[in-house]
């Protein structure tokens, strides 16, 4: 099963920015959709974005279309989420997912599951 080690989540003020980064532990993860999940305090985890493995494929949970970009680097095995015009209500725990179904899938067809990084956005 591949691994998922997320990294640079952080504070930071309303209408900021924030990276976050996934790594795999396995190459063959490259050839999986992955993505972004988060779970606020008190909600369920939803979805947020996610990346076909050629990158030729994204989504995005409406609220953050326009302001998020998953991009990824095969030959680092790693999937960023460059988050901007952060809002209060992004704060969340922020966890990385890999699947190898296809973007339209991917949802719904979770392998693995990171441990999660904190963003939080204060007011």
């Known amino acids: 099963q591949v691994q998922l080690v997320e990294s640079g989540g952080g504070l930071v003020q309303a209408g900021g920015s924030l990276n976050v980064s996934c790594a795999a532990s396995?190459?063959?993860?490259?050839?999986?959709?992955t993505g972004w999940f988060r779970q606020a305090p008190g909600k369920e985890r939803e979805f947020v974005a996610a990346?076909?493995?050629?990158?030729?494929?994204?989504d995005y949970v409406d609220s953050v279309k326009g302001r998020f970009t998953i991009s990824r680097d095969n030959a680092k095995n790693t999937v960023y989420l460059q988050m901007s015009s952060l809002k209060p209500e992004d704060t969340a725990i922020y966890y990385c997912?890999?699947?190898?179904?296809?973007?339209?899938?991917?949802?719904?067809?979770?392998?693995?599951w990171g441990q999660g990084t904190q963003v939080t956005v204060s007011s």
């Open positions: 396995e190459q063959t993860a490259i050839y999986y959709s």
């Open positions: 990346i076909s493995w050629t990158g030729g494929t994204t």
């Open positions: 997912a890999a699947s190898p179904f296809d973007v339209a899938r991917f949802k719904t067809r979770i392998l693995s």
